[in-house]
């Protein structure tokens, strides 16, 4: 019976690792945006192309987050960044491509603990609530006018796991960075395009008719809580992801809301126990040096964020909104959630 077992074991592994997706467990919806282990691409074949069906596309988008995984990799953690914590609230990753932001072109972003992406330091000192562009630059030293993609703008820190949820990666702060999307033959790749092509199309947004993308970033913040609670308030978090796709000419984010508990630090005026009150996170983009912004409104900075969630601008998904960000900021047509 042992040797059965173990003969079973070892069969399952090794189709495991030749797919690069986790065995699915029986009983649990599982598929390629649950596992927690991404292996690394297997080698492509001469004149081989993966080509994904109608059902699989039908089964990979009827999730709402896009993959992420905190096991693999070089350094075993997949996309897990275990640098940014509260002492260190940002990292730097940089591109190997140009990626337009609101008429501007960057070759690197800064992922921050506090749920934005950065393409400059933030202020030293917030006032409450939040106004963009910061009026007092650049007459007040060294006051910074930040350049920012704000998908949940709060002060955080990584709160706990929650022991009765399927999905078990770790809390934390996730970045997966995927280049030449275009030009992928494999299944991941394939996949991956397809599904953007097919989600930000459905937006309707000027020029997505014939988009492909080059390049996708995905950022998650899973679990996080606010900063300033108390030690049983890093039970109640949020988690939240921004995938941003770009083929260098235009750029389109996607924003993906799953689970939202609370609304506000305890510097804004949040609670110390449930982070209610004050005045709830930011949710917008920021151009930078007194130039463009768009604050997300109804939502943004009001308690009616928490209905951002469960309301949908872009394909009908709730707690998804599609914007194009290139030029200006352009929301997706808002249509009845699913």
């Known amino acids: 019976m042992t040797k059965v077992l173990l003969l079973n074991f070892i069969v399952l592994a090794v189709l495991s690792a030749s ?11 599982r598929d390629w945006l649950k596992p927690r282990i991404y292996l690394a691409r297997p080698q492509r074949l001469p004149g081989t192309h993966h080509i994904v069906s109608e059902e699989r596309l039908r089964q990979i988008r009827s999730e709402l987050l896009y993959p992420f995984s905190d096991q693999g990799g ?5 996309d897990y960044q275990r ?28 992922v921050s603990i506090n749920g934005y992406l950065g393409f400059s330091d933030p202020p030293e000192e917030y006032t409450y609530p939040l ?29 706990n796991a929650h022991p009765a949820d399927i999905d078990q990666r770790r809390p934390g702060v996730y970045f997966k960075l995927e280049t030449d999307l275009q030009a992928d033959t494999d299944q991941f790749g394939v996949e991956l395009r397809e599904r953007l092509v097919r989600d930000i199309r459905e937006g309707g947004l000027q020029g997505s008719e014939n988009f492909v993308p080059k390049h996708a970033i995905i950022t998650t913040w899973k679990n996080m809580s606010f900063l300033g609670g108390i030690d049983k308030a890093l039970d109640t978090t949020n988690t939240f992801q921004v995938v941003i796709a770009t083929d260098e000419v235009r750029t389109y984010a996607i924003f ?16 110390t126990v449930s982070g209610m009150g004050g005045v709830p996170a930011y949710v917008g ?54």
């Open 256 to 271: 993906n809301y799953a689970d939202l508990h609370w609304l506000s630090h305890t510097e804004a005026g949040g609670d």
């Open 285 to 338: 983009f920021n151009g930078g040096n007194g130039t463009q912004t768009f604050e997300y409104l109804p939502y943004s900075q009001s308690p009616s964020l928490f209905e951002i969630a469960k309301q949908g601008c872009g394909n009908g998904f709730p707690g998804r909104h599609i914007f194009q960000i290139d030029e200006k900021i352009i929301l997706a047509s808002c249509k009845n959630i699913r």
């Open 83 to 110: 640098g940014i914590q509260s002492p260190t609230p940002q990292i730097q990753k940089n591109f190997t491509f140009t990626l337009p932001f609101l008429g501007f072109h960057f070759n690197y972003v800064k």
């Open 74 to 78: 070089n350094d075993g953690y997949g």
């Open 131 to 159: 106004v963009f562009p910061i009026k007092r630059w650049p007459r007040s030293v060294p006051v910074s006018d930040p350049s920012f993609i704000g998908i949940f703008y709060s002060k955080m820190r990584v709160g």
């Open 19 to 29: 797919s690069g997706y986790e065995t699915p467990t029986k009983g649990v919806a």
